[in-house]
């Protein structure tokens, strides 16, 4: 086998495949990179390296499967599981088709598929169920693949640590669930990285089903006060609750954590049943110092207070569209369109302007009327949205594909265009633009809301939220200005 041939990767926009290539790249493999939006992993750090090919393409798409796969020696299939539903259960299988077919049409002589321990076993009504199909379908063609099967992933970003994160901060006390007391393996990001690099080494994981875990075993319960300890927090009250459905579990993480229930319910099933590896045979095969829970934990938080979180669960999924609020091509537009455009001009350089704006969201807020957006933040988790508690990854940085609150970066253009596409639930869609130009006197910037409305309900949210505008609009590029040192010299004011 030619070992310079490339490694094709799906999902390398999501958690585990964000932080996967760069490590191939290290260990001077070629990488190959199916992307809906190539831009979401030209803007990374690794996403220039000479040895990275980035294939636009979508593996509902057979074709561009086919293309991307050919001349590759081996994939990583790293694709995020889609939002529990029919509807997408359908489009998953669908997807592990067209993905066998192209495997098969390119050459691979191998795939390597990262599941979760207890997904091979899941019921039919369970939400694990579509995962459990993937796995079969992959195994039904014949290119040869591995299944490496891991308990709660913990690192810094990962779902498990987040949902871990809030509960223990934000409840002193808590009423937890049965399954809080279910024995579980967890397993720290690098390792499981390790795993991942370390089979392509050793051809004699071809076609074979590792369980992979830490040093350790023990329960959610342990691992909350664990999380305490090394945060510096006070012991914890955990108090039995003896009935609770995993599908009530799901919506009180919902209240409490920024992952939504649609994707806190799967892991909460895993957590249900015992989660132990039941052999240890990777570990003889690709030996590598693993992490007990509260290494795993310290690291994280390391990487979470330094600012150096390499890539998070909210990066998995697509960019929303946001063609319809170009103005300047209203074809897309398809109805009536609202926009809000207002306008400063600040005594300060551009990229002082630019800094403060890529600033927003998370812990500095939105510069004014904070109280305004935590309670539009607040309102949107209760009907199901992600609210202000999802964040962002980077205090300081923005990357297209990003989240931000309860946006997403659609395009990013330093130090000139930054425009977000919100994700909160609305009747309609809605696009926040900043565009700065030099100015004789200093910068110029225009910020422009657009909305969409679908149906009665989006005329009426519209007009409902219109008279809010003035305050939070014109507050927010007041805080722009104030934030970059400058001097506001003209507005903010409508256009």
């Known amino acids: 086998m030619n070992d310079r041939q490339p490694i094709l990767v799906l999902g390398a926009g999501g958690y585990v495949g964000g932080r996967l290539v760069p490590r191939l790249l290290e260990a001077d493999c070629p990488v190959r990179a199916l992307a809906r939006n190539p831009a979401k992993i030209a803007n990374r750090a690794w996403g ?75 019921d039919l009504d369970s939400r694990l169920a579509a995962r459990a199909e993937v796995i079969r379908i992959l195994r039904a063609g014949r290119v040869p ?32 669930p049965n399954w809080v007391d279910s024995p579980c393996q967890p397993i720290g990001i690098r390792n499981v990285l390790g795993y991942l690099v370390g ?47 995993p599908r009530c579990s799901a919506c009180w993480i919902q209240l409490i954590t920024p992952v939504p229930a649609v994707l806190a319910r799967p892991l909460v099933e895993s957590l249900s049943t015992p989660s132990v590896c039941r052999d240890q045979r990777l570990q003889d095969l690709v030996p590598q110092p693993l992490f007990d829970a509260r290494t795993a934990i310290r690291l994280a938080l390391e990487r979470l207070r330094g600012s150096q979180v390499e890539s998070c669960w909210t990066d998995a999924g697509p960019i929303p569209p946001a063609e319809w609020g170009d103005p300047g091509d209203p074809a897309w537009t398809g109805g009536t369109l609202f926009s809000d455009r207002r306008e400063l001009i600040v005594k300060a350089d551009i990229d002082r302007v630019w800094q403060a704006i890529i600033r927003l969201g998370g812990a500095t807020g939105w510069y004014a009327c904070n109280p305004l957006w935590r309670l539009r933040g607040l309102l949107d988790k209760l009907v199901g ?51 700065l130009q030099p100015d004789e006197n200093g910068t110029r910037v225009v910020q422009n809301a657009r909305f969409r409305p679908r149906g009665l309900s989006g005329l009426a949210y519209w007009w409902a939220v219109y008279p809010f505008h003035h305050f939070v609009f014109n507050g927010l590029l007041r805080g722009i200005g104030t934030a970059c040192g400058g001097k506001n010299l003209s507005g903010p004011r409508r256009l």
């Open 48 to 122: 220039t390296h000479p040895l990275l090919q980035i294939e636009r393409g979508d593996l509902l798409d057979g074709e561009s499967l086919r293309t991307a796969a050919m001349g590759c020696r081996a994939c990583y299939y790293l694709v995020p599981a889609m939002t529990p539903s029919t509807k997408n259960a359908a489009a998953e299988r669908r997807a592990a088709w067209n993905f066998i077919a192209a495997a098969e049409a390119g050459g691979l002589k191998r795939i390597i598929y990262l599941a979760g321990l207890g997904e091979e076993e899941a």
């Open 145 to 176: 693949t591995t299944v490496l099967r891991t308990s709660m992933i913990i690192g810094s970003g990962s779902v498990s640590f987040e949902i871990l994160r809030y509960l223990v901060e934000r409840l002193p006390v808590m009423a937890t």
């Open 199 to 245: 089979c392509l080494d050793h051809p004699e994981t071809i076609g074979q089903s590792y369980d992979i875990g830490g040093t350790e075993v023990l329960n959610y319960r342990r691992l909350m006060r664990i999380y305490a300890e090394e945060a510096g927090l006070v012991r914890r009250l955990i108090l039995p609750l003896p009935i609770c459905s």
């Open 385 to 435: 949205g992600p609210g202000l508690r999802r964040g962002r990854r980077d205090p300081d940085t923005l990357l297209i594909g990003d989240a931000l609150d309860f946006w997403r970066v659609a395009d990013l253009q330093y130090p000139r265009r930054l425009l977000l596409v919100a994700e909160m639930k609305l009747p309609g869609e809605a696009t926040l633009e900043f565009l």
